[in-house]
């Protein structure tokens, strides 16, 4: 990736995850995600990420990874359920006490530290609450 102009100076809380960090030897953060109450919090220390895109296209690259950056960060912030590495799908009638229903689990590709050769059990306990 193209060297950065620069980057805003931020020190990030302790329940944060950084990133990417800047390779100078002054380790400042530059990417930061962190939960926030129901939501979640991603931190971008630069104003200059669009070189990354534009370093891409000059060396014909393309900028699909660029792209597919940002989206994965825009996903991610929302909650994109499509992120998770495991997704059950329950039918539409709920059913009742007692009736067995089909229940529809898939994994991630990506997910490779699951054991896909285990069943997949689960109960289900007071569901009105």
């Known amino acids: 990736m193209p060297s950065l102009d620069g980057v805003n ?3 990030p809380k ?7 960090e800047s390779a100078d030897g002054s380790a400042w953060p530059i990417l930061i995600v962190s939960p926030f109450g129901k939501g979640r919090v991603l ?8 070189k990354w895109y534009t370093g ?10 660029y792209l597919r950056w940002v989206d994965r960060m825009v996903r991610w912030l929302t909650k994109d359920p499509s992120l998770d590495p495991v997704q059950v799908t329950f039918p539409e009638n ?7 229903i089909e229940v529809r689990v898939q994994l991630q590709e990506e997910e490779s530290s699951l054991n896909l050769g285990a069943p ?4 289900v306990f007071n ?3």
């Open 43 to 50: 931190a971008l220390g630069t104003d200059y990420s669009w």
């Open 56 to 65: 891409r296209v000059a060396k014909g690259r393309g900028n699909l990874a």
């Open 9 to 11: 100076l931020f020190e």
């Open 127 to 129: 569901p009105m609450d």
């Open 120 to 123: 997949i059990t689960f109960s």
């Open 14 to 20: 302790s329940s944060a995850t950084v990133l990417l």
């Open 94 to 100: 709920s059913g009742f006490a007692g009736q067995e």
